[in-house]
């Protein structure tokens, strides 16, 4: 009986695998013809990466075509046809809108000019040829961007929201036929074969945003006010201690206050009072006159808001241990390099002429410092490339690199509790009260175990929750007074 019930399981097992088999066979042959495209093996294909030129393109009128008198235009058509070039002959019902308008370009009255498209509103001069918009002056200028290498007029070659990126057109520019003829022969064989893998051509980002809507403001908006929050100020200041310098989440700071001193807070509780305190601390940290080193070093580290990454652009003088710039950002941008590096400059009464920063080989430093000179700000950029001294510079400024690396790690180890901000403005108001903590009430080993910025109203407070609370009311007082109605 046995040995028929193992006989009997065996036959089936075949049957299965037969089944299998069969089911695979089928399927390779539904593949084998079907239409849908079919995965090949990776193939390696350079890509053109983003690079910034050094030079700034040259900022010039663009005068137009060059000048011609009409008068000595119609002397010449008589000595070349023996015939004299006449008035355009319009139709009697003709509505002409551009009688007092003359040819930009030689000064021919409306009687020699065609309406050249209709309601497209373009003009053609019969002397000259010359095509126009109806309203264009003759002594009209416009600054146009030009190659610092051949002075070619920069051409529009990618047009993006919130820039545009234009290149020069010149196939004999020498920034052109420099980069090919440090090619070797196999990069010569792949430019001929795919030339938009290389950058050839001299290129520059023009970037549309106004420098004055930059300003760092306070980041919130908190519907809590302090001045009307039921708890003791010594529980509020005991809550910025537990949650900002020790770094304890929301929930576990109203634990404490519960366990420890018996005052029930929940933890929603805590973050309204951690807006309403930023929103004041805010713009006293952004505005005080900082006496700044020329260690000024950037970098971007990441955070998670609502369950994505975010980037945190901070800056800091690593000699006197202060953060300068805490812009986070969903996007690692340009603007948003430009908005961090203003927090800084915004912290200066005077931009110095040896003002530099050291960051890492990020691309968009460089274009956003081709950004600020466009503006009139000058300063240079040092860049630490990768993780090992391959060039002088990144030897040289390697230690710098090294101690905002260090800053990024107190601040994710301070805020590593929480897993993350639950709404950008959690995360705003908590790197602004962190940043405010560490240039004004955090002791540094560097600096013999003395404050970043040693403020007298806070000399004499011995706990630390008296110190937010004399910062609170140091703030406060700076705060512009509101005008009576």
Not at 253 to 278: C, F, P, W
């Amino acid at each position: 009986m046995l040995t028929l019930l193992l006989t009997y399981l065996l036959q089936v097992i075949k049957r299965q695998h037969q089944f299998i088999l069969l089911l695979l066979v089928q399927l390779a042959d539904i593949f084998d013809h079907s239409r849908l495209p079919k995965a090949d093996k990776p193939i390696f294909k350079r890509f053109n990466q983003f690079q910034v030129d050094d030079k700034l393109p040259l900022l010039a009128a663009d005068i137009g075509p060059e000048p011609l008198n009409f008068e000595q235009l119609l002397d010449e058509h008589i000595i070349k046809t023996g015939r004299e070039l006449k008035p355009i002959r319009r139709r009697a019902d003709a509505v002409i809108r551009f009688q007092d308008q003359t040819c930009p370009r030689c000064s021919a009255p409306s009687d020699y000019l065609y309406a050249n498209n209709g309601k497209g509103n373009q003009l053609k001069c019969k002397v000259c040829a010359f095509r126009f918009q109806n309203g264009d002056a003759k002594k009209s200028k416009e600054v146009v961007l030009r190659c610092p290498y051949c002075n070619n007029r920069l051409g529009l070659h990618h047009h993006r929201s919130n820039f545009d990126v234009l290149y020069c057109g010149n196939d004999q520019c020498p920034y052109r036929l420099d980069q090919i003829a440090h090619f070797s022969a196999t990069e010569l064989k792949q430019f001929a074969a795919q030339p938009s893998s290389f950058k050839v051509r001299y290129t520059f980002r023009n970037f549309k945003f106004e420098l004055k809507g930059l300003a760092p403001e306070s980041p919130l908006q908190t519907k809590v006010d302090l001045s009307k929050i039921q708890a003791s100020p010594e529980v509020l200041g005991l809550v910025l201690t537990y949650h900002i310098n020790y770094g304890l989440s929301a929930r576990r700071t109203a634990a404490l206050m519960y366990d420890v001193h018996g005052v029930k807070l929940s933890h929603q509780t805590i973050h309204n009072y951690e807006q309403a305190v930023a929103t004041i601390i805010r713009p006293f940290w952004a505005n005080y006159p900082y006496q700044l080193s020329n260690q000024l070093v950037g970098d971007e580290t990441y955070v998670k808001v609502k369950g994505k990454w975010n980037y945190i652009f901070y800056f800091y003088d690593a000699k006197r241990k202060l953060i300068l710039a805490d812009y986070i950002t969903p996007q690692r941008t340009t603007e948003s390099a430009v908005i961090a590096i203003n927090q800084v400059l915004q912290k200066m009464t005077v931009v110095p002429d040896n003002l530099q920063f050291v960051v890492d080989a990020n691309p968009i430093y460089q274009v956003a410092q081709i950004y600020f000179a466009q503006h009139g700000i000058n300063f240079k950029i040092k860049q630490v490339v990768g993780l090992t001294n391959k060039d002088p510079i990144t030897t040289e400024y390697r230690f710098l690199k090294q101690t905002i690396e260090r800053l990024n790690r107190s601040f994710k180890g301070n805020y590593r509790a929480s897993t993350g901000f639950g709404s950008p403005t959690g995360s705003a108001s908590y790197t602004a009260l962190y940043s405010a903590a560490y240039n004004f009430l955090r002791p540094h080993e560097a600096l013999d175990y003395q404050v970043p910025v040693s403020l007298p109203e806070l000399q004499d407070k011995p706990r630390m929750y008296d110190k937010w609370l004399a910062l609170i009311d140091l703030a406060q007082k700076q705060l512009p007074t509101a005008q009576p109605a």
